[in-house]
């Protein structure tokens, strides 16, 4: 009876730790919303290279949303049982979480990169090469070789350099962000948002860290943005209100579509210092009428998939584009049923593909433990 009971106690601890928490809806409606803007303003930039052209020229910091976010969802998910849980099981959840979608999005990337109708740069890589290239992009070790691909640090799947500073994220946190109090967390915070108003002034704006040139300002973004995230969530700085969805979605789209102008390093600068960390707040205290309970879960359900397999459309779009150069109604057109028919693939691959991978995974840890 003995060995009976410590089994049953072990199956309940093993049974919590793996529990999925209840999510924040408004949060989930808003990371979809957040992922919307990066698809067309990755189609947008190839059209407007000069930003304070593009109505949604500020799209690029949509990934700074999605870093507070993060700081506030894995503190929320994990910091009342990691201890309990360990490091390789927090590793193995994050990667259940994140990995399939990183291993299809290379694939895809590498597809598209292989059969674009509208180049011929494939012809220039050997076969080596590619597989060197592919790798690394599964392995999310940067690797920026592709000239033509303007050095991304990931040429099959450029999204995926924001993953690669949300995988030091969580290896952070793991070790040493989830062990510190609020006090010295708030001191890494202020040291990383003076790193990021230097990162602003220097480059006039916030977009680096996807390629080899700025590598490192993707360490900024994501340092303060994800323990501005984590403090939120500490602090319990959770405002209540009845803004709903609509309106949040309307607050966070304006940081998008905001305009240029002379002190534009300052404006972005304040939008991810304070702008982004009050919309969490207010989006994690708002209220959510039933009628949008479903949108919003399903916006939050469809960003993941649609962030890591859109862009092997905009490499494809690009080079038409370059080649094509399509008058103004046809680029309308092919933006906005481009938009929808990417939103239809993320959501055949949440439903065919990462759903299913995920579910597996989690049954088998569960078994094993």
Same mark, same amino acid.
């Given at each position: 009876m003995e060995m009976i009971s410590l089994d049953v106690a072990k199956t309940k601890q093993h049974s919590g730790i793996l529990k999925t928490k209840?999510?924040? $809806?408004?949060?989930?409606?808003?990371?979809?919303?957040a992922a919307l803007a990066v698809v067309v303003f990755h189609f947008m930039e190839w059209i407007y290279s000069d930003y304070s052209k593009?109505?949604?020229? *500020?799209?690029?910091? =949509?990934?700074?949303?999605?870093?507070? #976010?993060?700081?506030?969802?894995?503190?929320? =998910?994990?910091?009342?049982? /990691?201890?309990?849980?360990?490091?390789? $099981?927090?590793f193995k959840s994050r990667m259940i979480r994140l990995q399939p979608l990183v291993l299809l999005g290379s694939v895809i990337? #590498?597809?598209?990169?292989?059969?674009?109708?509208? !180049?011929? *740069?494939?012809?220039? &890589?050997?076969?080596?090469?590619?597989?060197?290239?592919?790798?690394?992009s599964v392995l999310m070790i940067p690797f920026p070789v592709m000239e033509e691909r303007f050095f991304n640090l990931f040429s099959f799947n450029a999204p995926a350099w924001s993953l690669f500073w949300e995988y030091v994220a969580n290896i952070f946190y793991a070790f040493i962000l989830y062990k510190i109090g609020r006090r010295s967390l708030a001191v890494f915070a202020i040291i990383a948002a003076v790193a990021l108003c230097f990162v602003s002034y220097r480059s006039g704006n916030l977009m680096g860290g996807w390629g080899k040139d700025s590598f490192w300002d993707g360490s900024i973004r994501i340092a303060y943005s994800f323990l501005a995230g984590?403090?939120?969530?500490?602090?319990?700085?959770?405002?209540?209100?009845?803004?709903?969805?609509?309106s949040l979605a309307i607050l966070l789209s304006l940081a998008f /579509?905001?305009?240029?102008?002379?002190?534009?390093?300052? !404006? $972005? !600068?304040?939008?991810?210092?304070?702008y982004f960390p009050l919309l969490v707040s207010l989006g994690a205290g708002a209220s959510l009428t039933q009628g949008l309970k479903r949108l919003c879960q399903f916006s939050g359900k /469809?960003? &993941?998939? #649609?962030?890591?397999?859109?862009?092997? !459309?905009?490499?494809?779009?690009?080079?038409?584009?370059?080649s094509h150069k399509p008058g103004t109604t046809e680029l309308v057109?092919? /933006?906005?049923?481009?938009?929808? #028919?990417?939103?239809g693939l993320a959501y055949l691959v949440m439903v065919i593909y990462d759903t299913p991978i995920r579910k597996y995974l989690n049954n088998k840890r569960q078994q094993r433990l």
């Open positions: 209840r999510h924040f $809806e408004i949060l989930d409606g808003l990371r979809g919303i593009n109505f949604i020229g *500020h799209g690029f910091l =949509a990934v700074d949303f999605f870093f507070c #976010l993060s700081g506030f969802v894995i503190g929320y =998910a994990y910091d009342d049982r /990691i201890g309990k849980m360990g490091v390789v $099981e927090f990337g #590498l597809l598209g990169f292989l059969f674009d109708p509208f !180049a011929s *740069h494939s012809i220039l &890589y050997g076969t080596g090469k590619l597989i060197l290239v592919f790798l690394c984590l403090f939120i969530y500490r602090s319990n700085w959770i405002i209540k209100n009845k803004l709903g969805f609509i /579509i905001m305009p240029y102008f002379k002190w534009n390093w300052m !404006a $972005e !600068a304040l939008v991810v210092l304070l /469809i960003s &993941y998939p #649609l962030y890591m397999t859109h862009y092997v !459309a905009i490499w494809i779009f690009g080079n038409y584009y370059t057109l092919i /933006i906005i049923i481009g938009t929808i #028919l990417l939103v």
